[in-house]
């Protein structure tokens, strides 16, 4: 696997790590949680290549900086935001997968200028029927993080969301990545989980949000959870200009598992909504 070339950007105060790849119209890859290396698979995507890819790592994640106290997803979206507008960016595809699903959901509202699409990769929408009962294990996980087990807290939380077998994909995909996780766990159980937790999103909400969406789910995520087929249910009731895409042997891991599945599925779906072709 090819490696990038990590930059930092300044930003608010603050440092972001990026990678960009590639010319073209530009998308903006947002991981989902600590997740910070979740898109690597895609970046060896032919269907990629025609587009200038972003990819950065949150803060708190990997090597951008730490912020004290908490963070919310508005606060985030901004981050996106300002990352863009240190690149030059206007308007992008903008990707987003698990919790970063809310924060590109957010951006879209605070910044529609800047979003021209959307991909909502089984975002963690909370207003679902199974929530609470679907997401039992996260008490576990915070019992394992609060006892000082942070890797097993971060692995009873992606056994949960991905499937027991999850591990085995995980190390093949990105060897050593779980480590990485496990450092970055302060910043899931501090600062993202309770901002996921407290943030709203409603139909008045979606009804804002205008531009193009591919809604994605894993087609083994339906077996996993009812609450992935909820959340799906959701975004296409909700959301005013939606298409769905279920993509093949396929967990919450979802692009970690079938990266060439969802690669074509994304250039399809941003060459439909091209922006050059909208301007």
């Given amino acids: 696997m090819k490696?990038?070339?990590?930059?930092?950007?300044?930003?608010?105060?603050?440092?972001?790590?990026?990678?960009?790849?590639?010319?073209?119209?530009?998308?903006?890859l947002v991981h989902?949680?600590?997740?910070?290396?979740?898109?690597?698979?895609?970046?060896?995507?032919p269907a990629l290549s025609r587009y200038r890819v972003v990819s950065y790592h949150r803060i708190g994640c990997a090597g951008s900086s730490r912020l004290p106290g908490p963070v919310s997803i508005a606060q985030e979206a901004q981050h996106c935001r300002a990352l863009m507008r240190h690149l030059g960016i206007d308007r992008a595809?903008?990707?987003?997968?698990?919790?970063?699903?809310?924060?590109?959901?957010?951006?879209?509202?605070?910044?529609?200028?800047a979003?021209?699409?959307?991909?909502l990769q089984e975002p963690a929408l909370m207003a679902v029927p199974s929530a609470q009962t679907a997401r039992a294990f996260?008490?576990?996980?915070?019992?394992?993080?609060?006892?000082g087990d942070k890797g097993g807290a971060i692995d009873t939380f992606l056994q949960g969301t991905c499937g027991p077998g999850y591990r085995a994909v995980l190390d093949q995909a990105l060897p050593g990545a779980f480590d990485q996780y496990?450092?970055?766990?302060?910043?899931?159980?501090?600062?993202?989980?309770?901002?996921?937790?407290?943030?709203?999103?409603?139909?008045?909400?979606a009804s804002r949000i205008t531009q193009p969406v591919l809604a994605v789910i894993g087609a083994k995520s339906k077996g996993l959870s009812p609450i992935w087929n909820e959340r799906q249910e959701m975004l296409l009731a909700w959301l005013p200009n939606v298409e769905?895409?279920?993509?093949?042997?396929?967990?919450?891991?979802?692009?970690?598992?079938?990266?060439?599945?969802?690669?074509?599925?994304?250039d399809a779906f941003f060459v439909h909504h091209s922006i050059s072709t909208a301007s």
């Avoid at 997740?35 to 698979?41: G, K, L």
């Avoid at 903008?94 to 200028?113: F, K, R, T, Y």
């Fill in 244 to 266: 769905p895409f279920v993509l093949p042997n396929a967990t919450h891991l979802l692009h970690v598992e079938n990266p060439h599945g969802m690669a074509q599925a994304l």
């Fill in 115 to 119: 979003v021209h699409s959307l991909v």
């Fill in 3 to 28: 490696q990038q070339r990590i930059e930092r950007a300044a930003i608010e105060g603050f440092e972001l790590e990026y990678e960009v790849q590639g010319a073209g119209e530009p998308v903006v």
């Fill in 182 to 205: 496990v450092a970055d766990a302060d910043t899931f159980f501090r600062q993202q989980l309770p901002a996921t937790q407290q943030w709203s999103f409603n139909r008045e909400d």
């Fill in 32 to 45: 989902a949680g600590i997740f910070s290396d979740f898109f690597r698979p895609l970046w060896e995507e």
């Fill in 93 to 113: 595809h903008v990707v987003g997968h698990s919790n970063s699903g809310n924060l590109v959901l957010q951006l879209a509202l605070d910044a529609p200028e």
């Fill in 138 to 147: 996260l008490a576990t996980a915070l019992q394992r993080y609060a006892a």
